[in-house]
């Protein structure tokens, strides 16, 4: 059982996440991707989610992703705590698993982001097994108001309690901003860079929005939740700017789901450069191999990560891998940027941006992968010395 597998190569893993609805998470969508390269590599994976919103029940179903299938146990959000804790419970002593990782954000474990039980259920899973934590989230890092305060002060206090008190062979983050902030504490984390959830085709069909033809304007991607706060005032004024001044049609092509919001952002930006050159393409949900069709078809993404945050920005690193030139508005061009894959393709300016060469595909994941198991298996050999 649990500990002694990880020296050998019948590695077991389980996963353990907020939800698993494809396409609706992105830590889902990153826990199935991850899962795949692992069984593709003969690893054993399963995959539990803690608490999903898309389920009413207890649900166990195989979600198949890039050819193979994954089992997963998803948890309702519904359930109260010990309903929750039996059936993980039930589910962990059924698989088995060398290894639990735990990929946390605060907010897919609780609506407040406050997920004060969480280690107690968890507890009783780990003992005995390889227990990883992800962070792809810390506390809230830039609060903005009393509450959001308070709340950036008790999810630390959370974060603290579960490392100290589940005490993980291993704890990874996703960027250097987030070790250094876990440092300042006094807690080690090993550095696992994200990739991104959205590629091309396995059978290397273009998809539905390629297009065969040169285009005939500036083709500019976004997608992900529609533009808002301080980053929808600082995109309008400089996207504007940008096609007011530009020689060439440009088509915005926005990829998200449909919300009032997201109307009333399109009807702002069409009155803003009513009589221009440019045309929006409102492109709705989009599936992954859609995505990845625009990313090869479009000379430029948009991204609306802060700097310091760009290297946990799913969408940001799936354009980088694409080849696809990033602009990213709230940059200035001097502000570190925490991310070493594909920086010369990041840009303060969208002009530069449109006018840069794109690269070829490249995903991460591969390496990702491996960089995993080999951290687990450091970790599992010093946990037994």
């Known amino acids: 059982m649990g500990g002694a597998g990880i020296l050998g190569n019948d590695l077991k893993l389980m996963f353990i996440c907020g939800s698993l609805a494809p396409g609706l998470d992105g830590v889902g969508d990153y826990v199935r991707r991850l899962s795949t390269a692992l069984m593709h590599n003969g690893y054993s994976v399963t995959a539990m989610s803690w608490n999903d919103p898309y389920v009413n029940d207890a649900r166990k179903e195989v979600q198949v992703s890039e050819g193979l299938g994954l089992s997963v146990l998803r948890l309702s959000s519904r359930f109260k705590a010990a309903e929750r804790d039996a059936a993980a419970r039930k589910f962990v002593d059924w698989i088995n698993p060398d290894v639990i990782s735990l990929q946390f954000v605060p907010y897919a474990f609780q609506n407040k982001g406050l997920p004060f039980l969480l280690q107690r259920g968890l507890a009783p899973l780990i003992k005995g097994r390889i227990f990883q934590v992800m962070f792809h989230e810390l506390w809230l890092d830039t609060p903005v108001n009393l509450k959001q305060k308070i709340t950036a002060v008790v999810q630390r206090m959370l974060i603290v309690k579960l490392i100290r008190i589940l005490n993980p062979?291993?704890?990874?983050?996703?960027?250097?901003?987030?070790?250094?902030?876990?440092?300042?504490?006094?807690?080690?984390?090993?550095?696992?860079?994200?990739?991104?959830?959205?590629?091309?085709?396995?059978?290397g069909e273009?998809?539905?929005?390629?297009?065969?033809?040169?285009?005939?304007?500036?083709?500019?991607?976004?997608?992900?939740?529609?533009?808002?706060?301080?980053?929808?005032?600082?995109?309008?004024?400089?996207?504007?700017?940008?096609?007011?001044?530009?020689?060439?049609?440009?088509?915005?092509?926005?990829?998200?789901?449909?919300?009032p919001a997201k109307a009333l952002f399109c009807?702002?930006?069409?009155?803003?450069?009513?009589?221009?050159?440019?045309?929006?393409?409102?492109c709705g949900f989009l599936s992954v191999e859609a995505l990845s069709a625009l990313m090869r078809d479009c000379q430029a993404?948009?991204?609306?990560?802060?700097?310091?945050?760009?290297?946990?920005?799913g969408?940001?690193?799936?354009?980088?891998?694409?080849?696809?030139?990033?602009?990213?508005?709230?940059w200035n061009g001097a502000e570190a940027l925490y991310i070493h894959f594909r920086k010369e393709l990041v840009f303060a300016e969208l002009q530069t941006a449109c006018s840069?060469?794109?690269?070829?595909?490249?995903?991460?994941?591969?390496?990702?992968?491996?960089?995993?198991?080999?951290?687990?298996?450091?970790?599992g050999e010093e946990s037994v010395q």
Not at 301 to 313: E, Q, V
């Open 356 to 379: 840069a060469s794109k690269l070829s595909y490249h995903s991460l994941l591969p390496e990702v992968a491996g960089k995993f198991i080999h951290q687990l298996r450091v970790s």
């Open 315 to 330: 969408a940001a690193v799936a354009m980088l891998e694409h080849g696809l030139p990033v602009w990213l508005p709230r």
């Open 206 to 259: 273009a998809g539905a929005w390629a297009t065969a033809e040169p285009p005939q304007s500036l083709r500019l991607l976004y997608f992900g939740e529609v533009p808002r706060g301080a980053f929808r005032t600082v995109f309008l004024r400089d996207f504007v700017s940008f096609c007011k001044c530009s020689r060439h049609p440009v088509k915005l092509l926005l990829a998200c789901g449909n919300s």
């Open 169 to 203: 062979q291993l704890v990874n983050v996703t960027l250097s901003f987030n070790q250094e902030r876990l440092t300042r504490l006094g807690l080690n984390a090993e550095i696992l860079d994200l990739f991104g959830n959205i590629y091309p085709a396995v059978d």
């Open 301 to 313: 993404g948009i991204s609306k990560s802060k700097p310091h945050l760009l290297a946990k920005s």
């Open 267 to 282: 009807t702002e930006l069409n009155l803003a450069l009513k009589g221009c050159d440019y045309e929006l393409e409102d």
